[in-house]
């Protein structure tokens, strides 16, 4: 989840003039398709008359045979484009506090919609309907108005995920992601143990025409958690990371947000350097790994290869040679549950080379760690910076959690092509309260 966030600190570190900033998804979940992601959203900017509404008071129905109150959670952003968090340290502010505009997102959860009926609630003054990618299922529905009192009139459905206060851990539906300060350093399947040693960063580059060399690795990084935004549906979590140079110098500070839902962690990060990437430094390589304590049993997929690689702490020749792939994901799956990882770069790193670096080894020792081995060590390396120039990049690693009844195939698939929002303002005439 950290991992992208952290590469590109360490990508800092060594060109050492750069500025960054960052940028701002199981079961069954019928009529879509067998997995598809558990939380949609609409833009404040659609639904201009609810503009100034009570963020408390906005509510949402679900309608069959009769209506009735459903999640909804509204995330506001600052007149800069920052989430407002709920416990913040940046002095992030809405320009209209409590009040829904243009800028802010409303989530809603896709298994909790109803149908579309022809006497919906009094108050209601938006139908949005959730249409399949495919086009040819029937749409599921929700109804959005302004009401009053919305504080005293709660939803009955419960909480998708949920943040402990104390420790600070996520749990989402299938697994708890947890931190020590601002760095991630436990992943529990259910109840289960810790599997997660750590995220590791190693990178490396020449200086002076090739004459000395450079290294940072994860050790070198410094953060602090900005806030949190923790709802129903969705938490954002936000931190600061840079990471020092020596000589009392250290990189600019950059922001970035995690995003969790029931299901899946989204990290979107922007950086921009100053000048391109080899200006200073040459034969750049980055190396982001998650380095796991004990995934015995589990195998490791990837795209368009049948085979499946178990990890048993040991590598085979054929292991060996999958780091000349690039994938676009991959995937480990154990006894009931798929990890799936995406990381996708933005053009403008187009030509850099990524391949995939997978080490499933007893004796492997890479410090700093925790626990000895890596079981596995499973990642990408970045290299070939030559060809990037000044400007703005980005890149996101998206992480999902998954039963391992669902294939990694269809969770890209249906990530990358989410169902279709349609916003429908309703007609003006006055409704038979359904409530």
């Not at 391109?276 to 998650?290: G, L, N, Q, V």
């Amino acid at each position: 989840m950290a991992l992208c966030v952290t590469a590109v600190l360490v990508l800092q570190a060594l060109f050492l003039k750069s500025g960054a900033t960052s940028l701002d998804s199981v079961e069954d979940i019928h009529p879509f398709q067998r997995w598809a992601p558990e939380v949609s959203m609409i833009s404040g900017m659609d639904v201009p008359a609810l503009w100034g509404c009570p963020v408390s008071n906005i509510l949402a129905w679900r309608c069959e045979t009769d209506c009735r109150l459903m999640l909804l959670q509204v995330d506001e952003r600052d007149p800069m484009g920052r989430w407002v968090l709920d416990r913040a340290e940046d002095g992030s502010q809405d320009e209209a506090p409590g009040l829904l505009d243009a800028t802010d997102v409303l989530l809603f959860g896709n298994s909790h919609l109803g149908e579309e009926i022809s006497e919906w609630p009094a108050t209601a003054q938006y139908l949005v309907k959730l249409l399949s990618p495919a086009g040819s299922i029937e749409a599921r529905s929700l109804y959005l108005g302004c009401g009053h009192g919305g504080k005293s009139k709660q939803s009955t459905w419960a909480p998708l995920l949920s943040v402990e206060s104390g420790s600070g851990r996520v749990r989402m539906r299938h697994a708890t992601i947890g931190f020590r300060g601002a760095w991630p350093d436990w992943l529990s399947i259910g109840a289960g143990p810790n599997l997660l040693d750590r995220l590791k960063v190693r990178a490396r580059a020449r200086f002076l025409l090739g004459l000395v060399r450079v290294e940072r690795d994860e050790s070198h990084l410094q953060s602090r958690v900005v806030g949190w935004r923790v709802g129903p549906l969705r938490a954002i979590r936000a931190q600061e990371q840079w990471v020092f140079l020596g000589w009392g110098l250290r990189t600019p500070i950059m922001r970035a947000y995690a995003v969790f839902y029931p299901d899946h962690v989204e990290v979107p990060v922007a950086f921009r350097l100053r000048f391109p990437a080899t200006y200073f430094f040459s034969d750049i390589r980055i190396r982001a790994y998650a380095d796991f304590r004990d995934l015995h049993g589990w195998v490791l997929l990837l795209p368009e290869d049948p085979a499946e690689y178990p990890i048993d702490g040991t590598m085979s020749a054929e292991e060996r040679g999958l780091r000349e792939r690039n994938p676009e994901w991959f995937a480990l799956r154990g006894a009931t549950v798929t990890l799936v990882q995406v990381l996708t770069l933005s053009d403008s790193l187009r030509s850099v080379k990524r391949t995939f670096f997978f080490n499933d080894s007893l004796g492997a020792q890479s410090p700093p760690e925790s626990s000895a081995g890596e079981l596995p060590g499973v990642g990408y390396e970045l290299s070939d910076w030559q060809h990037v120039g000044a400007g703005l990049h980005t890149l996101q690693l998206v992480s999902f959690v998954v039963p391992n009844t669902v294939r990694p195939e269809d969770v890209v698939a249906a990530y990358r092509r989410p169902a279709t929002v349609q916003v429908l303002p309703l007609p003006s005439a006055v409704q038979s309260p359904r409530l």
